[in-house]
C-alpha cells in the first residue's frame, strides 16, 4: 500500500532532475558578473549524471566521495559535510544562495534541511575563499540549487518521475519534477517522498562488543520517513525576471540507539540511593526504562517562503542587479519512547541578500552587496541546555577583480556586524565587528596549464551554543545532558572572535580529455573555538567545554582525469584522488574528529547507452583523534554500478541503474562523526532504480 501511494503520488505530476544538458555548469556561487568559471576560488561542483550517481539522503553523504569533503554522520538521516576538517558553524549550507535556515548547527543530530536528491547541481567553495557569504564560512560554502523559482523562461514541459530502492535500508525512495512556461512565466513543482528501516551493519552496532544492549546486523531505532514538496513560479520580461515559491519539509526520523544520552541524572541517582520501594514503584519504574530504551525519535517541519529577482541594467552604471528574501519557520520535537515530547526546537528566520555587479571601471570589475539575517531561537523542555537567543547578522561586501593578459587579480572586503541576546539574566548581549579580507591571483598559461594562489584573513564570531551551551547552571550537578553526544557541554560567555588567516595554492592541467588538479592550503587559527573533552565525568556524562587555543590546519587534495582507450564503441576513464588534512591545537593538542588521510581510484566506461563504473577508496586509520577521544580504524570500500538509458520519443528516455556499495561489507567508522563508537555506516548494499525523464 505504501508503495502504491508513491507511485500515484509520482504519477500526479513531479519529477527528478530534468534530462541533463551537456552545457558547461555555469557557476552560481561566484559573483553575478562571472560569465565563466574563470576563478581562483577552489571550486567543486556535482551536476548533471555525476550528481545523479553520488545523490543520497544527506547532503554529507552526497559529498563524500568528492576530496576535500567527508561526512560527519549521526546515522542515515543525519549527514553534515566536513569540508577540510571543518563542520558545523564553519561550513555555510545554502538553499539556492540562502542559508537553509534551519538548526542542523546547533546539534550533530538535527538534520540539515535541504534535499540532495531534488537538486539540479551542488556547488562547494572550499576553504574561506568567498566573502560573499560570511566570513564565518571558514570551512567552506555547499550551495544546493534546484531552480525552485525558474531562472530562465520555459516554453515546453519538462521533468520526469525515479523510484529507487537500497536493500541495507528497506528504502523507498520516490522523487518527482515538473516544469513549464508559456516563454514569459514559468513553473517548477518538485517533490520527494522517502521510507527507510533500521540499518543493516556488518558486525556489531557499538564498538564496544560486550557492550549491554549492543546489536548485530543492524541499527536500532534508525528508521524514518521523509516528504518535502516544492512549488514556485516567475515571470519573465525583457531585461530580467522575478518570483516566488513556497517549499514544505516533514522529515521523521530515529536517533540511533545510545546515540541520544537524555536522561536525568538527578533522578538515576536518587533511584540508587532508595533502598526501599514499594512493587508499584519498581514496576513503574521498569516501565519508564522500557520507553527510554526504545529510543528518541526528532519529528520535523519546516515551511519555507522565498522570493528572488534579477535584473539586467537596473541602474546607469550597474550592469545586473540580484535579490533574494526568505522566511523560513522550523521547528522540531524530540520525543521519548513513552511517546512523550521531551524538548522543543524552534527558529525562525528571515534572510536576505542583495548583489549589484558595477560596469567595468579602468580594468575594474565586480560585485558589492548586502547581506542580512534575523533569527529567534528556542528551547523548552527538559534538554533545553541552550537559552532563547535572537540573533541579527548584517554584512556588506565588495568583491573586485582585473584583468590584464593571462592574469586575473581577485580581491576583496567584507564588514559584518553580529549581535546575539539570550534570554537569560546570566549572561549579557554580545555583539561582533567582524572584518573580513581576501586577495588571490590566477594565471593561465599556453598548453592547458592555470596557477592560483589566494590569501585571506577571516573573522567568525561564535555561534549561539558556543556562548551559551548550560550558562543557567550554577554547578557541575545542574548541568542538562546534551542528548546528541551524551555530554555535559559548557559554553563560555565572554568567548572572542574567531581569527584565521589562510593560504590556499593551486595548480591544474587540462589537455583534450585529461585533467589534473592540485590543491594545497594552509589555516592559520588565533582563538580558534573548539569543543573539548575535560575527562571529568558527571554521572555517566563526559563533561565538555567550549574553549578558545590557538590551531593551525594544513592539507591538499588531488584530482585528475585520463582517457585510457576507445573499447567496444565507448570511451574508458581513469580518475584518481586524494586528501588529506592535519590539525593541531596550540595548547591542546590534536584537533578532534579530523577525516583520515585517503586516496581512490575510479575506473569507468561509457558509450552514452551504457555506463559502467568500478570504485574504490582507501581510508587510513585515524590516530589523531584529539584528547580523550578514540582513534578509528583504515578501510577500503569497493563499489561499482550499471547505468543503461533507453531513448524513447522526442527528448525522452528511461534510464536503470543498479550500484553496489560496501562490496566488500568492510565496518566503516568514520572519524568526523559523534556516532563512530555506536553506529558505523551500512555494511554491504544493493541500490536499484528507474528513471523517467523528459
Do not use: C
Amino acid at each position: 500500500m505504501r508503495l502504491i501511494i508513491l507511485l500515484a503520488l509520482a504519477t500526479a505530476g513531479a519529477a527528478v532532475q530534468a534530462h541533463e544538458s551537456s552545457m558547461e555548469h555555469v557557476l552560481v556561487s561566484v559573483p553575478i558578473h562571472k560569465k565563466t568559471a574563470a576563478t581562483a576560488l577552489p571550486v567543486s561542483v556535482l551536476s548533471a549524471d555525476e550528481l545523479h550517481r553520488a545523490a543520497a539522503g544527506t547532503i554529507g553523504e552526497t559529498l563524500a566521495n568528492s576530496p576535500g569533503l567527508t561526512n560527519g554522520s549521526y546515522g542515515p538521516a543525519v549527514g553534515r559535510p566536513v569540508i577540510r576538517g571543518q563542520q558545523g558553524a564553519r561550513v555555510t549550507v545554502l538553499q539556492n544562495n540562502l542559508s537553509s535556515a534551519d538548526v542542523s548547527t546547533n546539534s550533530a543530530d538535527h538534520a540539515i534541511s535541504v534535499e540532495p536528491m531534488l537538486a539540479d547541481s551542488i556547488e562547494v567553495l572550499r576553504g574561506p575563499g568567498t566573502l560573499l557569504y560570511g566570513g564565518g564560512a571558514i570551512g567552506g560554502v555547499v550551495n544546493v540549487l534546484d531552480n525552485r523559482i525558474p531562472t530562465t523562461a520555459l516554453s515546453e514541459p519538462s521533468g520526469g518521475i525515479e523510484y529507487r530502492y537500497d536493500d541495507a535500508l528497506s528504502l523507498d525512495n520516490l522523487t518527482g519534477r515538473l516544469e513549464g512556461g508559456n516563454g514569459r512565466f514559468a513553473f517548477h513543482a518538485s517533490g520527494l517522498l522517502r521510507e527507510w528501516g533500521e540499518m543493516e551493519i556488518p558486525g556489531y552496532a557499538q564498538r564496544d562488543k560486550e557492550a549491554e544492549e549492543n546489536q548485530e546486523g543492524f541499527i536500532p531505532n534508525s528508521d524514518g520517513e521523509t516528504s518535502t514538496f516544492n512549488l514556485g513560479g516567475a515571470f519573465h520580461f525583457s531585461k530580467g525576471w522575478a518570483g516566488l515559491s513556497v517549499s514544505r519539509l516533514e522529515n521523521e526520523y530515529g536517533i540511533p540507539a545510545g546515540g541520544h544520552g537524555h536522561h536525568d541524572e538527578e533522578e538515576e541517582h536518587h533511584d540508587e540511593e532508595e533502598e526501599h520501594h514499594d512493587e508499584e514503584e519498581e514496576h513503574h519504574d521498569e516501565e519508564e526504562e522500557h520507553h527510554d530504551e526504545e529510543g528518541i525519535r526528532l519529528d520535523v517541519e519546516q515551511t519555507r517562503y522565498d522570493a528572488s529577482l534579477e535584473l539586467d541594467e537596473p541602474l546607469p552604471g550597474f550592469e545586473k542587479l540580484r535579490g533574494s528574501l526568505s522566511y523560513n519557520d522550523y521547528e522540531h520535537a524530540e520525543i521519548e519512547g513513552s511517546g512523550e515530547i521531551g524538548t522543543r526546537f524552534a527558529s525562525d528566520t528571515w534572510a536576505s541578500r542583495l548583489e549589484l555587479a558595477h560596469a567595468p571601471l579602468g580594468g575594474l570589475h565586480g560585485v558589492l552587496g548586502l547581506q542580512w539575517t534575523e533569527n529567534e531561537f528556542s528551547a523548552i523542555g527538559e534538554e533545553a541546555f541552550v537559552p532563547k537567543t535572537d540573533s541579527t547578522e548584517l554584512g556588506l561586501f565588495l568583491v573586485e577583480d582585473y584583468h590584464i593578459g593571462d592574469w586575473i587579480l581577485e580581491f576583496g572586503l567584507r564588514y559584518d556586524n553580529v549581535e546575539r541576546k539570550p534570554d537569560s539574566e546570566l549572561a549579557a548581549k554580545r555583539e561582533f565587528d567582524n572584518l573580513s579580507l581576501s586577495g588571490s591571483a590566477l594565471r593561465t598559461f599556453s598548453q592547458g596549464w592555470k596557477i592560483s594562489l589566494g590569501l585571506s584573513h577571516n573573522e567568525r564570531a561564535p555561534v549561539t551554543e558556543e556562548l551559551f551551551s548550560n550558562i543557567e547552571a550554577s554547578d557541575e550537578h545542574e548541568l542538562i545532558v546534551h542528548g546528541a553526544t551524551g555530554a555535559l557541554e559548557v559554553g563560555d560567555p565572554d568567548l572572542d572572535q574567531e581569527v584565521s588567516n589562510n593560504l590556499n595554492f593551486s595548480f591544474g592541467w587540462s589537455r583534450d580529455t585529461t585533467e589534473v588538479s592540485v590543491n594545497l592550503f594552509y589555516n592559520d587559527f588565533e582563538d580558534y573555538i573548539t569543543l573539548i573533552n575535560t575527562g571529568e565525568v558527571v554521572g555517566e556524562a563526559s563533561v565538555q567545554t567550549y574553549v578558545q587555543d590557538d590551531a593551525e590546519f594544513y592539507g591538499g587534495e588531488f584530482e585528475a582525469g585520463f582517457a585510457l582507450a576507445q573499447v567496444l564503441g565507448g570511451e574508458l576513464m581513469l580518475d584518481l584522488n586524494a586528501d588529506a588534512v592535519r590539525g593541531k591545537l596550540d595548547q591542546l593538542g590534536d584537533a578532534p574528529r579530523l577525516p583520515p588521510y585517503r586516496t581512490g581510484m575510479e575506473l569507468h566506461w561509457d558509450n552514452d547507452q551504457l555506463f559502467l563504473f568500478l570504485r574504490v577508496l582507501r581510508a587510513a586509520s585515524q590516530n589523531r583523534a584529539g584528547a580523550f577521544e578514540e582513534s578509528t580504524s583504515g578501510y577500503t570500500r569497493w563499489d561499482a554500478g550499471a547505468e543503461y538509458r533507453i531513448g524513447l520519443k522526442g527528448a525522452a528516455d528511461l534510464l536503470l541503474f543498479a550500484r553496489f556499495k560496501n562490496i566488500g561489507d568492510e565496518e566503516i567508522r568514520l572519524s568526523t562523526s559523534f556516532l563512530r563508537d555506536l553506529a558505523p555506516e551500512a555494511g554491504r548494499s544493493l541500490e536499484t532504480g528507474i528513471r523517467f525523464s523528459f
